[in-house]
């Protein structure tokens, strides 16, 4: 499920996919770090890569929009946690 998601938000924005997998890297050093268990580091991991997801439904003119974002744009982006919240994942 995870890389199905992965291919759509590839598709539509190769910058979220890069930056999940980053931020889903930093998780899992942190979480060895702590000395988590491996099956808290998987759920963090998954975590990291599904943080942002919410942006696949946020138009491009907008996720890559160099200067900064005006008010009805920084509203739209910040609506991502919750569009990424209702896509039903399964763990």
Excluded at 24 to 48: N, P, W
Excluded at 55 to 79: C, F, H, M, T, V
């Amino acid at each position: 499920m995870v890389e199905l998601i992965f291919r759509i938000a590839s598709e539509k924005n190769p910058k979220i996919e890069a930056h999940s997998r980053r931020v889903s890297l930093l998780c899992q050093r942190t979480d060895i770090a702590m000395g988590l268990t491996e099956a808290e580091i998987c759920k963090l991991r998954v975590s990291g890569l599904l943080h942002d997801i919410g942006k696949i439904a946020i138009d491009n003119s907008i996720l890559d929009k160099p200067e900064r974002l005006k008010g009805k744009e920084w509203n739209e982006i910040k609506r991502h946690s919750y569009i990424g919240y209702r896509i039903p994942y399964q763990n």
